[in-house]
């Protein structure tokens, strides 16, 4: 529990006169209070102190204050303007006067509460483009955060579990005796230990590569906001190291935690696909199903404290029900270049909740180029060998098992044209014993050299393919085979092209594999 007392109340009384002075606005949380004054906000940290908390003393919040500063620039850029000193007496606080300083903020930017994540879903109005957008961004800010130093403590199995452990006791501590979540939150206990001793090697070696890395700590979707065209999160955690040094799939795997528990799961599976082709980091993905439960016991915690039992039960039924996930899903697609299987899998992420494998940027990916660098080699030369092309379907399908474990359906976007490529990937929907389809996508002659046509020199565009790649692939397609046939779905991702249509070839999708694998 949080000791504070007689400095707490001293320290409330001179905040609520620097409101009153500044005609501002009050808004308090369990560690600190948010001065709103006009364009501005001002966060105060209580003076707290506790085993994971150290807010004692004016020395001490003044280092969490710059420490904050530091942190959130990363993210929030624009956001965080700098730190503010109270300064006159405790009756007739100043802010930024000449003297001797009282207290410490975080001077911040205001902005419109309506622009939360929690807002907007709860508006309706958070959009696709907003998470792929900070799946993307997510990514480049974890591929450029500072890794944790050889000996940390973070990261291992023992840390994870003791987190765990710690989250489960506090929120024993804070359930009724007679609280039906008791055995929702020991059933989650069980799974959490059990997942963790299966897992301890994977955390091993993901600390060993250097995936615990400074991220931010707390990303759910209270602290992300969308302003104008940037989303931005804000409000990591500076105050407990152990809490922000984490893998970084942590991070990812809280904000799409929170997604899915506001019911929005192709929202998190949209965000999910943008940060896994961004970063490439599918062999973390392996370990979202822990996190995820991990994070929501956090979220159900600090509802507790506010008082939201409701809003905790959400978070640990969601917990529960996730830990027994759905049978996987793989759908792969077959076509010729520009026949419009990107355009199809893309527009299926939302109605499928699916997260995407991309044959044209993978091959790129483990030759060391960018999606939109060239590659310069002729159909049949280069990354397009035959021996070229069975590392890259093998690797397309490692990375398909990783998708899968992480609990997301599979969108294979690949061509597929070769009968030795086809028999692999039936092969893995047996290993998987997934529920599987080939989508195969056509388009008229004419319509495949228009399209090639129009993206040559897009450099935004990961695939090579031209005029002479399509002739290569013509030559070299082996038809369906009637058992083949059996398990495929005609697709057109023609003129007319849109939402609707989408959602319609997912619902038949669906239907198609509702039977067992």
């Not at 979707?221 to 409000?235: H, K, P, Q, S, Y």
């Not at 997934?434 to 002659?445: F, H, I, K």
Request: hydrophobic share 45%.
């Amino acid at each position: 529990m949080l000791s504070g007392g007689a400095p707490v109340a001293r320290q409330r009384r001179m905040v609520a006169a620097l409101a009153e002075r500044l005609r501002g606005e009050l808004v308090e949380t369990h560690i600190s209070w948010v001065l709103l004054a006009g364009e501005h906000a001002y966060k105060f940290k209580k003076a707290l102190r506790n085993s994971w908390l150290d807010y004692g003393d004016a020395a001490a919040r003044r280092r969490c204050c710059e420490e904050e500063l530091r942190l959130n620039g990363r993210l929030a850029p624009g956001l965080y303007l700098g730190l503010a000193t109270v300064t006159g007496d405790a009756r007739r606080p100043r802010l930024d006067g000449a003297g001797v300083a009282l207290d410490y903020a975080v001077h911040m930017r205001r902005f419109d509460q309506r622009a939360l994540w929690t807002s907007r879903l709860a508006d309706g109005v958070l959009g696709a483009d907003e998470a792929r957008r900070f799946g993307a961004a997510l990514a480049d800010f974890h591929a450029g955060a500072a890794r944790a130093p050889a000996g940390a403590p973070w990261g291992g199995a023992a840390a994870i579990g003791a987190r765990s452990g710690a989250d489960l006791a506090e929120l024993g501590a804070l359930l009724a005796p007679a609280s039906p979540a008791r055995a929702t939150l020991a059933a989650l206990a069980a799974w959490l230990d059990a997942a963790r001793r299966r897992l301890a090697g994977r955390f091993a070696r993901r600390r060993a590569g250097g995936w615990v890395r400074e991220c931010h700590g707390d990303l759910h979707c209270g602290n992300i906001v969308t302003l104008a065209d940037r989303v931005l999160a804000f409000d990591g955690i500076e105050f407990n190291p152990a809490l922000r040094w984490t893998d970084v799939q942590q991070d990812l795997a809280f904000v799409c935690m929170d997604l899915q528990c506001h019911g929005r799961d192709d929202l998190a599976a949209r965000l999910l696909d943008a940060y896994l082709q961004r970063g490439g980091d599918y062999d973390g993905a392996v370990l979202l199903p822990y996190y995820r439960c991990q994070r929501a016991l956090v979220r159900a915690k600090v509802a507790l404290l506010r008082g939201g039992q409701a809003e905790a039960q959400r978070y640990l039924a969601w917990a529960l029900r996730a830990t027994v996930p759905a049978p996987p899903l793989l759908v792969a697609t077959r076509g010729l270049a520009g026949s419009g299987k990107s355009t199809l899998c893309d527009s299926l992420v939302e109605p499928l909740a699916a997260v995407r494998v991309r044959s044209d940027v993978e091959r790129k990916r483990r030759h060391g180029l960018a999606p939109g660098e060239r590659a310069g080699a002729a159909p049949g030369a280069g990354l397009y060998t035959e021996r070229a092309d069975r590392l890259t379907y093998g690797w397309l399908l490692r990375l398909a098992c990783r998708v899968a474990a992480a609990g997301a359906p599979v969108l294979l976007d690949a061509g597929f044209p070769r009968r030795w490529q086809r028999r692999r990937l039936w092969r893995l929907a047996r290993l998987l014993r997934a529920r599987w389809l080939l989508l195969d996508v056509r388009a008229a002659p004419a319509t495949l050299a228009a399209r090639l046509a129009a993206r040559a020199g897009d450099p935004a565009e990961p695939s090579d393919a031209g005029v002479e790649l399509l002739a290569y692939q013509r030559r070299m397609r082996q038809p369906l085979l009637p058992g083949e046939r059996a398990h495929a779905l005609a697709g057109d991702a023609g003129a007319g092209w849109n939402v609707a249509r989408a959602v319609a070839l997912a619902a038949a999708i669906r239907a198609r594999t509702a039977g067992p694998a």
